[in-house]
């Protein structure tokens, strides 16, 4: 139900269902068959990642902080997992991938959550060597919303996304869950409930 939720606001948009944490508590591999009309899979852990893929879970898997350590990379790639890349030391690590490898990266940007990602400055070089990197299958832009469940709202963190170079060339994953509600104009080619997916 909630999902149906998700795409009523967002009905152009592929949804990255976030199964972080056991799934908010409520079990990884219960919920994500709830949610298996989702587009992806969203989470923080490489083995939860793994768990969902050997189940039978053919749609997108993102791992949402990326991998800590490059020897996970082969994992990865073998599971077909997407990661986010949001600092320039996991940048210069997807350059020793093995050639023929093919990994799907979402390039995060703090655009103002001051969580994780990479400054905008240094944005340009960060794409430009994964553009350049043909190990990379594709790139989506990402960032997170620090307050668009209150009055500031997203604007301010939009303007500063519009000027990042390429940004309307790039798919993007904007939408957190209160974006999702509130803010249509950030809906993009993939938005990522999370706690709204679990009744909040």
């Given amino acids: 139900h909630n999902l149906a939720v998700v795409r009523r606001h967002a009905p152009r948009s592929r949804v990255l269902a976030v199964v972080k944490a056991n799934a908010y508590g409520h079990g990884l591999m219960r919920t994500a068959a709830a949610l298996s009309g989702s587009d992806g899979l969203a989470l923080l852990e490489l083995e939860d990642a793994v768990r969902l893929r050997e189940a039978g879970f053919g749609q997108r898997i993102v791992l949402l902080e990326g991998f800590f350590d490059p020897r996970e990379?082969?994992?990865?790639?073998?599971?077909?997992?997407?990661?986010?890349?949001?600092?320039?030391d996991q940048v210069a690590a997807l350059?020793?991938?093995?050639?023929?490898?093919?990994?799907?990266?979402?390039?995060?940007v703090n655009s103002g959550m001051n969580r994780l990602g990479l400054a905008p400055s240094e944005f340009p070089h960060a794409l430009e060597r994964l553009q350049g990197n043909t190990r990379v299958?594709?790139?989506?832009?990402?960032?997170?919303?620090?307050?668009?469940?209150?009055?500031l709202g997203v604007a301010w963190q939009l303007e500063r996304l519009q000027r990042l170079p390429g940004y309307g060339s790039l798919p993007r994953s904007l939408s957190n869950s209160a974006a999702i509600l509130r803010f249509p104009e950030t809906h993009c080619d993939w938005v990522r409930p999370g706690i709204m997916l679990y009744g909040c």
């Fill in 137 to 151: 299958a594709g790139i989506t832009l990402m960032t997170h919303f620090a307050n668009a469940d209150d009055a």
């Fill in 73 to 88: 990379l082969p994992a990865m790639l073998g599971h077909r997992l997407a990661t986010v890349v949001h600092s320039m």
């Fill in 95 to 108: 350059d020793g991938l093995p050639v023929g490898a093919k990994l799907d990266v979402l390039l995060k």
